[in-house]
């Protein structure tokens, strides 16, 4: 089996997760919306639960 790497990338909006092989070509990619609150004007909030949910899950779609 080759060996592979992991890159998360955590965004305002979304987590992404690829699968990528030592040399660099994407094998399989999967993207997550990350919420975000605006209650108040000029105030915006996000969950750490949900960015950690995001990530884990885009990470869990890729390698099953």
């Known amino acids: 089996m080759a060996p592979y790497v992991i890159g998360v ?8 997760a690829a ?3 030592v040399s660099g070509k994407v094998v399989t990619s999967h993207t997550c ?8 004007p000029d105030f915006f909030e996000q969950s750490s639960e949900d ?3 995001a ?3 885009c ?6």
């Open 33 to 40: 919306p990350i919420r975000t609150w605006n209650e108040k």
């Open 51 to 53: 960015i950690w949910s």
């Open 19 to 21: 699968l990528v092989t």
């Open 55 to 57: 990530v884990c899950q």
């Open 59 to 64: 990470v869990k779609v890729n390698y099953h």
């Open 9 to 16: 990338d955590v965004g305002t909006g979304s987590a992404r």
